[in-house]
């Protein structure tokens, strides 16, 4: 469904006033994601993950140079298609919790999510996609600052999925969450695959996206460092095939992670 080719970002910067250049951020990323699949894009922070999700929307700063391909079934995403799919076909669950517009009551964004897709709904199915994620009637007269932070996680899967699209693109989901929140975040979307979307979910928490992710794709300074089957990151990762994704798999509190005296982290090696 999502098709990535040879995507790279990079962004012009001056130095004084004539010389220009360019800085890179992500080079040479190849991903898919196919419905009735939760691709997870793992890396550190910095390591360009939203970056990717930005491009994939058409909503880089003006500066960004794009090269490469991106296709949602075949069709371009560029600045010629991206306004007729966003939110309709493809949506965004955005990183930060300030995308809530703080003076619009939760029912009234959740109802310009679906005229923007082109589905508008009654006050009665506006419910019934709340109730779909666990959120009870009373939150559509709710304000953003009324709701706890889980609730908010999930009224932005609503807001993000009231239209039917068929690529969800999560971007840290859980954020700040505590870990039965955000166990039920994810497991929301993997629901949603399980139905037949296309789940591209962007994380740094490699544990969480394992448990609940088809494959693993790994990024370590702008670059992928591999694609693997969720289910070969076990144990002590002998079966991944990318030597940075089983350092990370292995950095994993419970793996060979352990914190030494001095109060560092440290990974235990076998002989």
Known sequence: MLDVENLSISF???????????VQALEGIDLSVARGEVLALVGASGAGKSLLAHAL?????????????MRLDGTALDDAHCGSVNGRRMALVPQSLSHLDPLARCGRQLQWAAKRGGTPRTKEQLAEALDSFGLGPEVLTLY????????????????????????IVADEPTSGLDPDAAGGVLGHLRCLADAGKAVLLITHDLVSAVSHSDRVA??????????????????????????????????????????????????????
């Open 12 to 22: 012009l910067r001056y130095d004084g006033l004539v010389h220009r250049r360019e």
């Open 144 to 167: 953003p600052h009324q709701v706890s932070g889980g609730m908010a996680r999930r009224l932005m899967l609503a807001i993000a999925t009231i239209a039917n699209p068929d690529l």
């Open 57 to 69: 929307f058409g909503i880089l700063p003006v500066n960004a140079v794009v090269r490469g391909s």
């Open 218 to 271: 790994i990024l370590e300074n702008g670059r992928m460092a591999g694609i693997e089957p969720a289910n070969v990151f076990s144990g002590d990762g002998a079966k991944l095939t990318d030597p940075y994704a089983r350092a990370l798999w292995l950095a994993m509190p419970g793996n060979q992670f352990t914190v030494t005296p001095d109060g560092r982290g440290d990974i235990e090696c076998s002989s």
